[in-house]
């Protein structure tokens, strides 16, 4: 399945519709792997620290901060012409150690993540255009999640990280981001509950994220993810897909590939369609590099190019639905 070199780049096709194709970048590929780099600066003209700017990657120790990934992605970015999304400044996953496991009381810790979040903003103020500011509070009952955060400040949490990020960088687009809420459900209606409840307390939020990992075969209804996205969007926030891949059971068929490819397909019509969904981010570069067969034993194959870089199905659906 070679590429077909003489079709435009997705970035191109992007670039004229006003649309983002992006992909989460880690580190160590972008370093190591020069087809890794090329093919991104090649079809994508955004891009997603997957890891680099977590909380634990980030912050070592109390008192050091690791920015030389985060740096290292940005830096590549702004080189290729390309928009970058920050992830993400709260989330109860990849936490510091030092934090999870101290003792620090209600105030010492308001201090530390307020100037956690905003020495990072503004350290790239200007530079990351977009951030996840919270990820994932919800559990897919609509009930909050049990976190670090919630247990020491309570639900307010939300609201506080979204003025720390607006203070750190006034010109940010600040979004919350969540799984398993591309449709209609308990956990969609919760999020859309407190955005609204956010936005009606003056909260500066700009947009939702919706991650659509999907397993290939249980795929929720395209009707509910657009009216799921349209509600976001009357509220007048945007709506980026910000995590977005399709495992399959492996090994993977050709009819599986076609199959996958039409999900792919169905998503960004969705966007295209909304009056402001204008981001479709997946979840890796190559199939080589995803997270997919570590964490879903049995599966894999979930991008846009497989382990060789070659082009799938489901690129050639995203360059179909973008040509004019």
């Not at 409840?197 to 700009?206: F, K, N, Q, S, T």
Request: one cysteine or more; a neutral charge; hydrophobic letters at 40%.
């Amino acid at each position: 399945m070679p590429n077909d070199t003489s079709a435009s780049p997705l970035r191109d096709l992007a670039d004229a519709r006003g649309f983002y194709v992006g992909a989460a970048v880690s580190a160590r590929p972008l370093r190591e792997d020069a087809a890794y780099r090329d093919l991104l600066a090649r079809e994508f003209n955004m891009l997603t620290c997957e890891n680099a700017l977590k909380f634990g990657p980030l912050r070592p120790t109390p008192d050091q901060f690791a920015f030389d990934n985060a740096d290292a992605i940005v830096a590549f970015a702004e080189a290729q012409g390309m928009a970058v999304r920050g992830h993400t400044l709260v989330w109860h996953s990849q936490m510091p150690e030092w934090l999870e496991e101290g003792v620090l009381g209600y105030d010492s810790s308001i201090d530390l993540i307020r100037s956690h979040i905003q020495t990072v903003t503004k350290r790239y103020r200007g530079r990351i255009g977009v951030w996840d500011v919270v990820n994932e509070a919800f559990e897919d009952n609509g009930r909050w999640r049990d976190t670090f955060y919630l247990r020491k400040f309570g639900p307010d949490y939300i609201k506080m990280a979204f003025h720390w990020a607006h203070e750190g960088d006034p010109n940010a687009k600040l979004f919350y981001n969540d799984y398993n809420a591309d449709g209609l459900n308990a956990k969609s209606k919760a999020i859309y509950r407190m955005v609204k409840r956010l936005l009606g307390e003056g909260v500066p939020i700009h947009g939702v994220g919706l991650q659509v990992h999907l397993l290939l075969g249980h795929v929720p209804s395209t009707r509910a993810i657009a009216a799921n996205v349209k509600r976001f969007n009357r509220l007048g926030l945007e709506v980026h897909i910000t995590e977005m891949d399709v495992r399959v059971k492996t090994p993977v068929s050709e009819s599986d590939l076609r199959e996958q490819a039409g999900v792919y397909g169905d998503i960004i019509r969705i966007c295209l369609r909304a009056k402001n969904c204008p981001a479709l981010v997946v979840w890796g570069v190559t199939d080589r590099y995803s997270w997919v067969p570590d964490v879903f034993a049995g599966y894999g194959a979930p991008l846009l190019f497989d382990e060789q870089g070659r082009e799938k199905p489901a690129a050639a659906a995203l360059r179909a639905n973008l040509q004019p």
